[in-house]
Nanobody, 123 residues
């Protein structure tokens, strides 16, 4: 089992920066890809960025050139957010999925989520 805990959210002025962190605990060897999603009030949760176990990254068009995702071994992922805009205001969620590994038992196809950290960008 894996638990994810996000941190780093807060209130920032437009044009400012924040760095979000996600720390995984438990059977972290089971983790394959990791990513960040966000959900604004009244809107569906949307993908922000992902990073694979090999380091391949993907970004939503809305954040390309401003956000950078990274990871540290199998336990942490980070989202560096620069040039923040009011439309970036949302709750940001950390996500991880599983790889099939026998020891400890890891079952592929699982999906873990943190409880979110709030980002508010003022204009």
């Amino acid at each position: 089992q894996v638990q994810l805990v996000e941190s780093g959210g807060g209130l920032v002025q437009a044009g400012g920066s924040l760095r979000l962190s996600c720390v995984a605990s438990g059977n972290t060897i089971c983790i394959s890809d990791m990513g960040w999603y966000r959900q604004a009030p009244g809107k569906e949760r949307e993908l922000v960025a992902t990073i694979s176990s090999s380091g391949d990254t993907y970004y939503a068009d809305s954040v390309k050139g401003r956000f950078t995702i990274s990871r540290d071994s199998e336990k942490r992922t980070y989202l560096q957010m620069n040039s923040l805009k009011p439309e970036d205001t949302a709750v940001y969620y950390c996500n991880a999925d599983s790889a099939p590994i026998p020891n400890p038992p890891c079952f592929g196809g699982m999906d873990w989520w943190g409880r979110g950290t709030r980002v508010s960008v003022s204009s």
